[in-house]
T-cell receptor
C-alpha cells in the first residue's frame, strides 16, 4: 500500500531563516506531487506541482521554491522566511495518468501536514 | 479563471441533516470532489462526482450537482459528532496534471 510522509510535523522559525520541508511517498512510482498551503482562516492554495524528477511548476509567485531530486521526494524550501509564510503545509500525490491503478477521478492522497510558525 | 467558493461555517444538531454548498466557475471541470479535514490532519477524499451526473449517493452522503448553475452540494444525513471537521469542495483543473482547485473550506460544527 502507498503511504506519504511529511516532516517535520511542526516547526517554529524566526523571520529571515531558511526553510526545508520534506515529503516522501512510498509504494508507488512516478507520482504527480503537490505542495499546498493552508493559511489560518483561509482555504487550500496550490503552491507547486511536479509531474517528474526536476519538473516543477509554480502556481503563485512567492518566497518559496520546490525541488524534486528523486522520483518520490518533494522538497519545499525558502532562503529567507517571511511572517506571511506561516501556515499548514500539505503535500499530496496522485497516480500518473495511464499507470496501473489510475482511475479517471484521479484521487489525491494527502500527507499529515507540517505546521509552520514564523516569528 | 478557476475559482471555488464555499460558506465558511455551518452548525447543526446531532441527528439533523447538514448541507454544505459550493460554487465553481470552470465549466470544463470533469470531476468535482468533497474532501474532509479533521483537526490538525491532512485531507481525505469523501466522495466525488463526474460532471455528467446530477446526483451521487454513498451511505449517509448525497452529492448534488447543478451544472447549469455551477453549484455543488454535500448533504450528510443523521449528522454525528464525529462528522465535525472542515469540508473542502474541489474541482479538477484543466490538463493532465491532476491539479485540484479548492474552496476555502466549510467548518461543520455538530452540537450534541
Amino acid at each position: 500500500s502507498q503511504t506519504i510522509h511529511q516532516w517535520p510535523a511542526t516547526l517554529v522559525q524566526p523571520v529571515g531563516s531558511p526553510l526545508s520541508l520534506e515529503c516522501t511517498v512510498e509504494g508507488t512510482s512516478n507520482p504527480n506531487l503537490y505542495w499546498y498551503r493552508q493559511a489560518a482562516g483561509r482555504g487550500l492554495q496550490l503552491l507547486f506541482y511536479s509531474v517528474g524528477i526536476g519538473q516543477i511548476s509554480s502556481e503563485v509567485p512567492q518566497n518559496l521554491s520546490a525541488s524534486r531530486p528523486q522520483d518520490r521526494q518533494f522538497i519545499l524550501s525558502s532562503k529567507k522566511l517571511l511572517l506571511s509564510d506561516s501556515g499548514f503545509y500539505l503535500c499530496a500525490w496522485s497516480l500518473r495518468r495511464g499507470l496501473a491503478g489510475w482511475s479517471s477521478y484521479n484521487e489525491q492522497f494527502f500527507g499529515p501536514g507540517t505546521r509552520l510558525t514564523v516569528l | 479563471g478557476e475559482d471555488v467558493e464555499q460558506s465558511l461555517f455551518l452548525s447543526v444538531r446531532e441527528g439533523d441533516s447538514s448541507v454544505i454548498n459550493c460554487t465553481y466557475t470552470d465549466s470544463s471541470s470533469t470531476y468535482l470532489y468533497w474532501y474532509k479535514q479533521e483537526p490538525g490532519a491532512g485531507l481525505q477524499l469523501l466522495t466525488y462526482i463526474f460532471s455528467n451526473m446530477d446526483m451521487k449517493q454513498d451511505q449517509r452522503l448525497t452529492v448534488l450537482l447543478n451544472k447549469k448553475d455551477k453549484h455543488l452540494s454535500l448533504r450528510i444525513a443523521d449528522t454525528q459528532t464525529g462528522d465535525s471537521a472542515i469540508y473542502f469542495c474541489a474541482e479538477r483543473g484543466s490538463g493532465n496534471t491532476g491539479k485540484l482547485i479548492f474552496g476555502q473550506g466549510t467548518t461543520l460544527q455538530v452540537k450534541p
